[in-house]
Structures are given as structure tokens and as C-alpha cells.
């Protein structure tokens, strides 16, 4: 809305300043700033609201150290991301940008198959809240809508080959170079040198016109993605600061991606491919990046306030629609390894239990306790260490993920 009303300053009175707010760079810092203080300053208003609500976690008996004093603290949390970062995003955007549309409609279509979960646990004292079920359907309706937006939106394009030459004209201050963008299921693959891969190619054994049936390809694979990172980033929300700082180590880095790929100088130096308007994205990410910042100021160890299903849902939902369509969702098990990592130990420790109970009458296990993050706590090592050290990791793998920009 402010982006609206400045433009039409700048080019209707011509007022000094105004036209600063055509630049992404300046309206992400200010997105950044102004989501920070959101979070931070009503943050504190919010937990208040949810304490007196009598919002608080209802904690299971495991067996690890600290867990039975975090009884009773506010949930819910994801509501002070969730408003931190719309806030922003609805006055700096531009709002007919079709990558903030379907990152507006994911986060409030997550946050509310969150909220309906957080709910039920709470309110309706049923600790195994919404139904798995409901969730993946939640979540595969969401991969539905969002892989048919684009793969048949015609707004969705992208420049594929780079040209060798650049022209500038002055005049009209705009740049132009050819070929043109086109649609495409092309993405990109890490750390090869040809690292382009078109889904398309996977149905090609159909015979002629097999391009238009590649949203058969496409739309699951969006499907499988979605819902995988989001259930990745709900089961890494298990310590105080854990899903929240990892997470925004690797939305930081997802900003560099969006903001190379939509700037059409600098995927041309970096012979990535580029994708016209994507660079809108990177004000969303700078928002949401300092509503996940701020969100950790109180949810820190010892945490005042946890995200709930609102948050961590909403989380996995934001990033894996930005990795999609900035074309690197193959970088995800890299970028977001932590996500995977929890993903994986639930599952080993899941089919080995059930395995040697069938093969042996008892079942066993491989790790202490899972997911993997639990398991370090039944080491024996406190969450603060834990926490650290996996931001640790989340910030080499996001130098890791940017560096495939040029290692290949």
C-alpha cells in the first residue's frame, strides 16, 4: 500500500525521496526493520494476550531434562511471525506480483491448518490435535494450488539461455535483451556445470507434444515438496530457538537466491537462470527473516512463548514455496538438511522399531529418542548447546547453498 501511494507521489508531484521506494533493496531493509519491531515490541502484548487466554503448552512426560518446567508456557507463538511478516508485506510489496500472492495465500493457508491444530490441543485438550490426515490434505491441497499457479499462470516465466550482450537505453531507462522469457518446468541442478533440468524431459518417452502434459510431473512433485518441508520444519520445533533460527538462516539465504534470479544484470553475470519479477520475493523473505529474528528475542532459552503448529507449519510452508519458485528446490536437502535430518531420523526410527518388533517380538531403536534433536538431549548435552550448534551447521550450509551459485 505504501509502495502505491509513493509511486503515484513520484510520478504525479514529483516529490524528492518518493522515488526511492521503486528500489527492492531499500523497501527489503525497511521491511526487515519494520517486521523486527513488530515482533519485538508486540510480541511481548501478544504473549500477554495468549498467557490470559490461558494458551499454554501441555508438555509430555519424556524423560528430558527442563521439560516438565516448560508447562504451561504460551503457544501460539506463530501468530507474532505471522503478523510481523503480513504487516510489511501488505505495505511494501507490490501486491499484483504473482510469487506475493502465493506466498500471502501460503502463509495464511498454513498458519490456519496450524492454528486449527494448536487449537484443538488446547482448547479441546486433545494432545494429538488435527488429525495427520487433515494435515496432509492441508498440505496437498495447498502444493495443488500453488504448482497449477505456476505452471499455467502466464505471469510465471523464465529466461533460460543467457545472451552475450546487454543494451541499456537511457531514455527510457529500461533494459533489453533477447530471447524472451518463456514458460517452462526447468529448474536448477546443484553443482553441475549443466545444471538445468526440465520435468518435462521425464514424460518425454510419450512421444511429440509431450511438453503440455508436464504438469503431471510438475504439480506432484510441487505437492511432495510442500508437504515434505513443512512437516520437516514442524518436527525440528522441539527446543526453544531451534526451528526459529535455523529457519532463518535459511530464508536469508533463499533472499540472495531471489534477488539474484529477478535481477536480470546480475543472473546474466552469474549465468543462473533468470526469472522476470521474482525479485518481489526478496522483500517478502527480508519481512519474514526479521519476523523469525524477532520471534527468537522471546523465544530464546529459556522461551517465553512457543510457535506452536502456527508457526512451524507456516515455516515449512514459506520456504518451500520460495525454493520452488525461485527454481533450487533441488538445493533444499542441502539448504534445509536440518529439516531433513529430523524428517529422516523420525522415519529410521519409526520403520526399525516396528521392523525388529516384527522380526525379533521387541522392537529396538537407533536413536535415544527421535526426532534428532531429542536425541542429543538424552546424550545428555543441554538445548542451549544443541540449538547453537545446529545454527552453526544451518549457517554452512547456507554459504554451502550460495556458493553452488558459481561452484559447479
Not at 182 to 199: A, G, H, R
Amino acid at each position: 500500500m505504501l509502495y502505491y501511494l509513493f509511486e503515484y507521489l513520484d510520478k504525479t508531484m514529483d516529490i524528492p525521496g518518493t522515488g526511492v521506494f521503486q528500489y527492492i533493496t531499500f523497501r527489503s531493509a525497511l521491511a526487515l526493520m519494520m517486521s523486527l519491531m513488530i515482533s519485538t515490541i508486540y510480541g511481548k502484548k501478544i504473549i500477554s494476550f495468549l498467557r490470559n487466554q490461558q494458551v499454554g503448552e501441555t508438555v509430555r512426560e519424556l524423560g528430558l531434562e527442563g521439560q516438565t518446567q516448560k508447562a504451561g508456557t504460551p503457544t501460539m507463538g506463530g501468530l507474532i511471525i505471522i503478523i510481523a511478516t503480513l504487516i510489511p508485506v501488505l505495505l511494501l510489496t507490490k501486491l499484483n506480483n504473482i510469487y506475493i500472492i502465493l506466498l500471502i495465500m501460503t502463509t495464511l493457508w498454513m498458519g490456519t491448518i496450524g492454528f486449527i491444530d494448536d487449537y484443538i490441543k488446547i482448547f479441546k485438550k486433545d494432545k494429538q490435535g488435527l488429525k495427520g490426515i487433515f494435515k496432509v490434505i492441508g498440505q496437498v491441497g495447498l502444493g495443488l494450488i500453488v504448482g497449477s499457479v505456476l505452471y499455467f499462470n502466464p505471469n510465471v516465466t523464465v529466461r533460460t539461455e543467457i545472451p552475450k550482450t546487454v543494451t541499456f537505453n537511457q531514455t527510457e531507462n529500461v533494459f533489453s535483451q533477447s530471447p524472451i522469457e518463456e514458460k517452462s518446468t526447468v529448474t536448477t541442478i546443484p553443482f553441475m556445470k549443466n545444471n538445468q533440468l526440465d520435468y518435462a524431459e521425464f514424460i518425454a518417452w510419450t512421444g511429440e507434444g509431450y511438453q503440455k502434459w508436464a504438469w503431471l510431473v510438475f504439480i506432484p512433485i510441487v505437492i511432495f515438496i510442500i508437504t515434505a518441508v513443512s512437516n520437516g520444519a514442524n518436527l525440528t520445533d522441539g527446543i526453544d530457538g531451534l526451528a526459529a533460527g535455523t529457519s532463518a538462516i535459511s530464508v536469508l539465504a533463499l533472499g540472495i537466491f531471489a534477488f539474484i534470479s529477478g535481477n536480470v544484470i546480475l543472473s546474466g553475470y552469474l549465468n543462473v537462470m533468470y526469472i522476470p519479477n521474482s525479485g518481489e520475493m526478496t522483500v517478502f523473505i527480508a519481512a519474514f527473516a526479521g519476523a523469525l529474528i524477532g520471534f527468537l528475542w522471546y523465544n530464546s532459552f529459556p522461551a517465553s512463548v512457543f510457535m506452536g503448529d502456527t508457526g512451524s507449519l507456516t515455516i515449512g510452508g514459506i520456504i518451500a514455496v520460495l525454493a520452488i519458485s525461485v527454481r533450487k528446490e533441488m538445493l533444499l536437502p542441502v539448504l534445509c538438511a536440518i529439516f531433513f535430518a529430523e524428517n529422516l531420523s523420525v522415519i529410521i526410527q519409526v520403520a526399525y522399531f516396528k521392523y525388529t518388533k516384527r522380526r525379533f517380538g521387541e522392537g529396538r531403536r537407533v536413536f535415544l529418542m527421535s526426532p534428532l534433536h531429542h536425541h542429543y538431549q538424552k546424550k545428555g548435552y543441554h538445548e542451549s548447546k544443541i540449538v547453537t550448534r545446529f545454527w552453526i551447521v544451518a549457517i554452512l550450509l547456507a554459504i554451502v547453498s550460495i556458493v553452488t551459485l558459481k561452484l559447479r
